[in-house]
């Protein structure tokens, strides 16, 4: 095989490699937000602290996601004043704490709960525990603080093989 068309033939395996690879990212991004629709302040926020790639490269992870209710909420200008802070690291304590490691489905909750006797603990990418519960057929988390928050829809699938559940509250690390 002679120089020239060694080079155009590796040249163009570089360019398909390259074409490729963000292809999937492009499609692996959509998808991950297309999971989200109801959680656009919550998007916001992970793309502040630029957790979104970790996720993405990352996992799979358990994501307890406030929907954007939930953040209003909680206060539409606190997590405003978060998202704009040059300091993202009260921000970023929030958010990790709504995530564990792993697939947490809600089957694998309830049986966590069967098997601690009506209460499971799950410890969160920020390294805290979050405490769960029944109460009727819901699932409840509980954070250290004592708030609550229901989980409204369950066991959405990600790309990277996490999950989401949808949360009716933001739930807290520490006081803010």
Known sequence: MSTPVTKFLLGLCLAFS???TTAQNTSNALSYASKLDNHKILLS???????????????????????????EKF????????????????????????????????SRMLRAIGRGNGMASFTTVQGKKLTA??????????????????????????????????????ILPAQM
């Open 45 to 71: 926020a992970v793309n502040a602290t630029e957790l979104g790639a970790l996720l993405q490269k990352s996992g799979p992870f358990t994501i307890f996601a406030p929907s954007d209710a939930a953040f």
């Open 133 to 170: 519960h029944l109460d009727g057929y819901d699932i409840v988390l509980t954070d250290p603080i004592g708030n609550t928050a229901r989980i409204t829809a369950a066991d959405l699938k990600l790309e990277n093989e996490g999950v989401v559940h949808e949360i009716d509250s933001v």
């Open 75 to 106: 206060s539409n200008n606190k997590i405003a004043e978060l998202i704009k802070s040059e300091d993202k690291r009260a921000l970023k304590s929030l958010l990790s704490y709504h995530i564990v490691a792993g697939q947490l489905t809600a």
């Open 18 to 20: 390259i074409y490729t």
